[in-house]
């Protein structure tokens, strides 16, 4: 088992900045691939970001060049830099972790408001 719990969230105005972090404990060391996913309203739940073991990041075009995701693997925590908020990145933000198994799981979520 794996449980996760984000932070961070919040409301800004179109331009802003916010990090969320997401803080890992239970099996931590069965991880492979942490990661960011977005659902806004309306909307299916859709990959941001995520970064691998090895360091090795991915990115939803919609997001490169703004978010930045990183990890520490000393604090199981992973964060996600978003910069230059617009209002279509407004959404619920979950964290997400694939272990070695692959099974899966979801942090409860944290609301991203970007409206002026």
């Known amino acids: 088992q794996v449980q996760l719990v984000e932070s961070g969230g919040g409301s800004v105005q179109p331009g802003g900045s916010l990090r969320l972090s997401c803080v890992a404990s239970?099996?931590?060391?069965?991880?492979?691939?942490m990661g960011w996913y977005r659902q806004g309203p309306g909307k299916q739940r859709e990959l941001v970001a995520t970064?691998?073991?090895?360091?090795?990041?991915n990115y939803a075009d919609s997001v490169k060049g703004r978010f930045t995701i990183s990890r520490d693997n000393v604090k199981d925590t992973w964060s996600l830099q978003m910069n230059h908020l617009q209002p279509e990145d407004a959404a619920v933000y979950y964290c997400?972790?694939?272990?070695?198994?692959?099974?899966?799981?979801w942090g409860q979520g944290t609301q991203v408001t970007v409206s002026s």
């Open positions: 997400n972790a694939v272990l070695y198994s692959a099974q899966i799981y």
């Open positions: 970064v691998n073991t090895s360091n090795r990041t």
């Open positions: 239970g099996r931590i060391f069965s991880m492979y691939v």
